[in-house]
């Protein structure tokens, strides 16, 4: 890895990092399976996402802290971050610049992947 790449993964997890742990910084999309759990566990599990750091190579290949698994009794929930344009349109055209990426925080029932 190049040490322009190195910089560029860095400062894509450290976005992400900072947009997962607050919610701010972009959009959060759950499904209709997430929305159906009760308030209370849904409360629970999105902050199980925030607080969230248990990254290793096997759901972090990459290094930038875009995906994750939490487990709640018998509850499983993913959550994946995706980079879009400032349109919403398309791709980001780079990740590591947060003027021209918009960051969407999915969260599923592990059983609607």
Not at 40 to 60: C, K, P, V, Y
């Amino acid at each position: 890895m190049t040490a322009e790449n190195a910089l560029s993964r860095d400062r894509i997890r450290a976005l992400n990092d900072a947009f997962r742990r607050s919610f701010v910084g972009g959009t959060i999309v759950v499904t209709a399976g997430f929305e159906s759990l009760s308030a209370d566990q849904r409360h629970s599990m999105l902050a199980r996402i925030r607080a969230f750091d248990q990254f290793n190579e096997d759901n972090d290949p990459h290094g930038e802290h875009d995906f994750g698994l939490i487990e709640e009794g018998d509850v499983g929930c993913f959550w994946k971050i995706d980079y879009y344009d400032t349109d919403m349109e398309l791709m980001s055209p780079d990740p590591a610049d947060a003027s021209v990426t918009t960051r969407v925080l999915t969260v599923m029932l592990a059983e609607e992947y």
